[in-house]
C-alpha cells in the first residue's frame, strides 16, 4: 500500500514537471526560439507588411520547438497509459503531423504569404503549442476505456 501511495506520488511529481516544461518552454519563447512571427501577430498583423524571415533559421526553430513539445507530451502520454503500442502510435502521429504541418506553414509562407496572414497564424500555432496533448489524452483515455 505505502510503495503504491509513494508510486502514485513520484508520477504526480513527474507529471508535474512534465507540464513546468510545457509552461517553461512557453513562457521563455522570445529568448529560446527564432521566430519573427510572435511579435507580428501580437500587433494588428493585417494591416502590416509579412516581418523579415530566415527561413532556413525559422524552419529549425519551429521544428525544434515542435520537437521538443513533442517528446515532452510523449513523456505525458507515456506516464499516463504506460502502453508501449499507444506510445509507438503517438510517435507516428507526431511525426506524421508534424511533416504535415512544416511543409504546409513554408508552403503558405512563400506561396501566399500576404493574402493568407491567418491560415500562417494557425497552422503555426499547431506547431508552435502542444495543442495535439489535449486531443490525444482524452481519446486515449477514450480508447482504453472502451477496451
Known sequence: MLKNLLNNKLKFAVG?????????????????????????????YNSLPLPKIDVVKLFFSL??????????????????????????FSIFLYSVLGMILMISFFFVL??????????????????????????FLPAFYYQKKMK
Open 16 to 44: 508535474l514537471f512534465l507540464i513546468f516544461l510545457l509552461v517553461a518552454i512557453r513562457a521563455f519563447e522570445d529568448s529560446i526560439f527564432y521566430d519573427p512571427f510572435l511579435d507580428y501577430f501580437k500587433l494588428n
Open 63 to 88: 521544428g525544434f520547438r515542435f520537437y521538443l513539445n513533442s517528446i515532452i507530451s510523449l513523456g505525458l502520454i507515456r506516464l499516463i497509459f504506460n502502453d508501449a503500442k499507444m506510445i509507438k
Open 110 to 135: 512563400i506561396k501566399f504569404g500576404e493574402t493568407n496572414k491567418m491560415n500562417l497564424f494557425y497552422i503555426r500555432r499547431f506547431i508552435i503549442q502542444p495543442i495535439f496533448i489535449m486531443l
